[in-house]
């Protein structure tokens, strides 16, 4: 079992940045992608940022060329760097890690708000 615990979200102003972290505990040893989704009250949970044990990339074109996933695997930990933010990118974050079962797992969720 995998148990993830995300933090970083908050309150910033149109342009501004942020860093989401979570970091994985228990059987880390299995996990394989970890990623980034996020949603909106009454919405789907959509994909933000995933990478790999290897650290290849995907991103959603929305946050192409804003947001940077990353991880260390030595700490079971993904992060997601996220500048030029924009009203818009106003949503819960939730922290996601699949294991080499295809297992899935989620973190709680940190929200992030983007107003002036």
């Known amino acids: 079992q995998v148990q993830l615990l995300d933090s970083g979200g908050g309150l910033v102003q149109p342009g501004g940045s942020l860093t989401l972290s979570c970091v994985a505990s228990g059987s880390g040893f299995s996990i394989d992608d970890m990623g980034w989704y996020r949603q909106a009250p009454g919405k789907q949970r959509d994909l933000v940022a995933q990478?790999?044990?290897?650290?290849?990339?995907n991103y959603a074109d929305s946050v192409k060329g804003r947001f940077t996933i990353s991880r260390d695997n030595a700490k079971n930990t993904v992060y997601l760097q996220m500048n030029s933010l924009k009203p818009e990118d106003t949503d819960a974050y939730y922290c996601?890690?699949?294991?080499?079962?295809?297992?899935?797992?989620w973190g709680q969720g940190t929200q992030v708000t983007v107003s002036s």
């Open positions: 990478i790999t044990r290897t650290g290849n990339t």
């Open positions: 996601h890690a699949m294991d080499i079962w295809y297992r899935h797992y």
